[in-house]
């Protein structure tokens, strides 16, 4: 016997009259541990290792320009860049990454999150293959690269959330959602060591030709395998398409999406949203392009040690975020918490969090101290993508895509301004000037979880509601 699941749904006509009706829809739990027989997991999967790609393509960098520019007793640094010249070099990326957020989320609202996603990946991944020649070239031909790069890779977040507004049982988003993101954390935690290693023993620029292979491994399997709408997959059950499209209602069925621009600016839900996505990503492109360099500088680790070290923080966020994505569901589904408070508690505890143990790791004496303050910093960030990068979905499923483009647009200013006020505060590459750093990243946390916590909603919101259409009441989900 398959489970019920039991659907309160909520009809509006064009007069705003509302009509209720329950549905009962059998889904067919029989499965167990085959996690393929759920292509919804198949296509989160996927979407994890694709996240995963993108990540180890923008981190290699990170790990590789410390033996570009650092020489050694018997040898001298292939590359004489000071450290403003390096934080243009790891800020470049962001100046391509962040023209292509809005125009990735639209262009997926209307061609589909598979197609866009997948392209991003695999350009970024050719492009890299071709990085050594054109940075011994010169290095603004890296920096132009870079920019092209980010180009690409500014798409893959705001269209993820495009398949995941068809994809993505209500109930379900948070773990979907953060096990794809998860992708992110595991791939830096995967990239830092290994590139050290590479670098150390292949020479840096193997680190590019190998990554950007497995980019286009992954590109292949992705293009293949997922599609965009759950009814375009052949192996799908019918139990599972049911269960996904009644759970979605009727409102994801329409072909052309129109975007209230007006509401959508001036709604303080979304900007509460935009608000801790940019203070996030302060923290982690700080530590995502510096952390390296840091442990070099700071704590005096050899190139394979900072690799592994700067990974540790990345190891407990990728432990974090799905253990975090079950329990914001876990907590959803049972009425334990509405919606609105799992996303504010997750996403406000979170930086509180950080803001207090990245301003300790500033004034810690010990390396030990400092890399377990690191580590609790970033792992805690973990929690907060259960909680404001999921919430898109919440307040306008259909505009999710356009919304994160927005959102992640502005998210992006860290990714150019973080490395570049490193750059000219960090002269002398000492630990004064390292705890600067982190007091900034600090402070940026703690706003963001005031403005958050104020402002932040799980509710569906008034300009993203459509007429004719069905409305799940999501906590009214009962299953037997």
């Given at each position: 016997m398959g489970k019920k699941i039991i659907f309160h749904l909520e009809r509006r006509d064009q007069h705003g009259s509302v009509e209720k009706r329950t549905e009962k829809v059998e889904m067919d739990d029989a499965v167990g541990w085959k996690f393929w027989k759920k292509r919804r997991y198949v296509v989160a999967i996927f979407a994890f290792f694709g996240f995963f790609t993108s990540y180890v393509l923008r981190v290699n960098l990170s790990i590789a320009i410390v033996a570009m520019t650092k020489s050694s007793p018997e040898d001298e640094a292939e590359f004489n860049w000071d450290s403003k010249l390096q934080g243009l070099v790891l800020s470049s990326f962001f100046y391509g990454y962040i023209s292509t957020q809005v125009i990735g989320g639209w262009l997926s609202a209307r061609i589909g999150g598979k197609r866009v996603f997948g392209i991003g990946i695999a350009v970024t991944a050719l492009l890299t293959l071709i990085t050594p020649p054109l940075t011994r070239h010169s290095v603004y031909a890296l920096v132009t690269l870079r920019i092209i790069e980010g180009i690409f890779e500014g798409v893959t977040y705001p269209c993820i959330h495009a398949i995941w507004a068809n994809w993505a049982p209500p109930l379900e988003r948070s773990k979907l959602a953060t096990l794809a993101f998860a992708g992110s954390s595991?791939?830096?935690?995967?990239?830092?060591?290994?590139?050290?290693?590479i670098v150390e023993q292949l020479g840096w620029a193997s680190s590019f030709y190998i990554f950007g292979a497995i980019g286009l491994v992954w590109f292949a399997f992705w293009w293949h395998i997922v599609t965009d709408k759950p009814e375009d997959d052949p192996k799908i059950s019918q139990s599972e398409l049911d269960y996904i499209k009644r759970s979605l209602g009727n409102s994801n069925q329409q072909k052309t999406i129109s975007h209230p621009w007006k509401s959508m600016l001036t709604s303080p839900a979304v900007w509460a949203i935009v608000a801790a996505h940019f203070s996030e990503n302060w923290g982690f492109y700080t530590m995502l392009t510096q952390l390296p360099t840091f442990m070099s500088d700071v704590l005096n680790f050899k190139l394979e040690e900072t690799g592994f070290f700067s990974a540790v923080p990345y190891l407990v966020m990728s432990i974090v975020i799905p253990c975090s994505g079950q329990l914001a569901d876990y907590l959803r589904s049972k009425n334990i918490l509405s919606t609105t408070h799992v996303r504010k508690i997750f996403t406000c505890v979170a930086f509180l969090s950080q803001t207090t143990f990245m301003i300790l790791a500033g004034f810690t004496t010990t390396s030990t101290s400092a890399v377990t303050c690191l580590a609790v910093a970033v792992g805690l960030g973990g929690f907060a993508w259960s909680g404001f990068s999921v919430n898109h979905l919440d307040i306008a499923p259909q505009h999710a895509s356009v919304?994160?483009?927005?959102?992640?647009?502005?998210?992006?200013?860290?990714?150019?301004?973080?490395?570049?006020?490193?750059?000219?505060?960090?002269?002398n590459k000492t630990a004064a000037e390292w705890r600067i750093v982190l007091i900034i990243a600090g402070t940026i946390y703690l706003f963001g979880a005031v403005i958050y916590g104020i402002f932040a909603?799980?509710?569906?919101?008034?300009?993203?509601?459509?007429?004719?259409?069905?409305?799940?009441?999501e906590n009214s989900i009962s299953a037997y």
């Open positions: 595991v791939g830096t935690v995967f990239a830092m060591p290994v590139c050290g290693i919304l994160m483009g927005i959102g992640n647009t502005i998210a992006t200013l860290p990714g150019i301004v973080s490395p570049l006020i490193t750059g000219n505060i960090v002269q909603s799980g509710e569906r919101q008034h300009w993203a509601r459509e007429k004719n259409s069905d409305d799940l009441k």
